[in-house]
């Protein structure tokens, strides 16, 4: 007869043993799923781009001389043919040192004897020039008479003909002395003799226009300063029209279409910009990243299609965040790249089949950060395994894990 004490033990041993069973038996392995979808889908890649303004123009010093405190600020509103925007005034001259100076003062002082010496050559060739005259007169008026002979009034008119020619001799001469006195003198000129940079512009300086309406964009010191011959002095240029510069890796770049379109979201105002690729340089240029690896990377241009009132305050030099479209499709059945995973024999998924994965090698084309293109060994709406880990394998028990942020 089974006493109640029996059939207590045997309950309980039961129940061990099931405990130990359960405890023992292969539970299912948590995992992520996806599906398979078909939708649009677009390769693009992700770049940082500065702003450019398109028409610019640089005013660089046409001579040496000494630039005037600019007249002009950055942001300033410039108008063709009609804002000054630069004022330069001559190069004071060089000090002299006690040589140059004497050697300068002695030629004064010897120019200055030139100009007497020619004065006084010019004074005698005038008395001449008189008393031929005279001569000349008398001898025509006793030719008239038929008191003096043919060749010797000709021989007076060749004489005042000389004086004349003597008298202008001397006054060039004396011209050329007055102008090597001036040249000797401007050698003693000092840079405390020069008109300083408050005098008036117009009397000392050169004043430069603006070349072109627009904005003043750079100035290269705003104090005076001395400037070479083409050193810069400001830039101008017109924010109607602006374009973006960036550069890709040659990798990327040769996978750019022409025409190739951009979608700008972060410039810092509201809304999307749109640009489009103009020019993509057939150089390459090596830069050096910010893990020390040598890069061989190509510079792109595109314009910037948005109008002035779309994008306020976006101005030259601007960095601005941008995706720059390669492809685009509509219906494309594709599958999240996490879900794929190299296999021997190629690319590989672990599909949900019931509570089993099963291994299935697909197709892939296209691929974007987040998506591929399945082209053959899944159809729409399937489950395939997110991170698939090496627990993974052919008919695992699996089961879909919960999203706690659900709840």
């Not at 398109?54 to 600019?70: H, L």
């Not at 024999?345 to 291994?359: D, P, Q, T, Y």
Request: hydrophobic letters at 45%.
């Amino acid at each position: 007869m089974v006493t109640g004490r029996t059939l207590g033990l045997g309950l309980g041993g039961g129940l061990i043993a099931a405990a130990v069973v359960w405890a023992l038996w292969p539970q299912p392995t948590l995992v992520d799923l996806a599906t398979v979808t078909r939708g649009p889908m677009q390769g693009e890649i992700t770049a940082q781009g500065v702003t450019r303004a398109r028409d610019t123009s640089a005013i660089t010093a046409p001579f040496p001389g000494v630039a005037i405190r600019s007249p002009v600020e950055v942001g300033d509103a410039v108008v063709a043919g009609e804002t000054v925007v630069a004022v330069l005034q001559p190069a004071n001259p060089t000090p002299l040192d006690a040589r140059s100076r004497s050697q300068a003062e002695a030629a004064v002082t010897e120019a200055q004897a030139a100009v007497a010496l020619a004065q006084s050559n010019l004074a005698r060739a005038e008395t001449a020039f008189a008393h031929a005259e005279h001569d000349v007169q008398r001898s025509r008026a006793l030719a008239d008479r038929g008191s003096l002979a043919q060749n010797m009034l000709e021989d007076a008119e060749a004489a005042h003909l000389l004086a004349a020619q003597a008298v202008a001799a001397g006054r060039a001469q004396l011209d050329l002395s007055r102008a090597s006195l001036a040249r000797a003198q401007a050698q003693l000129i000092g840079p405390e003799l020069q008109p300083g940079l408050d005098s008036d512009a117009d009397a000392c300086c050169v004043r430069l226009f603006a070349p072109q309406t627009g904005i003043v964009l750079t100035v290269a010191e705003h104090s005076a300063r001395p400037v070479q011959t083409g050193a810069p002095l400001l830039t101008i240029g017109n924010l109607e029209s602006l374009e973006i510069e960036l550069d890709l890796l040659s990798s990327d770049a040769v996978r750019v279409p022409p025409d190739a379109r951009a979608v700008i979201e972060r410039w810092g105002g509201e809304g999307v910009l749109e640009a489009r690729l103009r020019r993509i340089e057939p150089a390459a240029f090596t830069r050096v990243s910010a893990l020390g690896i040598e890069e061989q990377r190509v510079r792109l241009w595109l314009d910037l299609l948005a109008e002035p009132a779309a994008r306020p305050g976006l101005g030259d030099g601007f960095r601005v965040q941008l995706r720059l479209i390669l492809w685009q499709a509509e219906e494309v059945l594709q599958v999240p790249q996490a879900a794929l995973f190299r296999d021997a024999e190629g690319w590989a998924v672990f599909v949900a089949e019931g509570n089993r994965a099963r291994l299935r090698h697909v197709t892939i084309g296209r691929q974007t950060e987040e998506q591929a293109e399945v082209l053959g060994g899944l159809v729409e709406g399937e489950s395939v395994v997110r991170y698939p880990d090496r627990s993974l394998a052919q008919g695992t028990a699996i089961k879909a894990r919960v999203d706690e942020r659900a709840f």
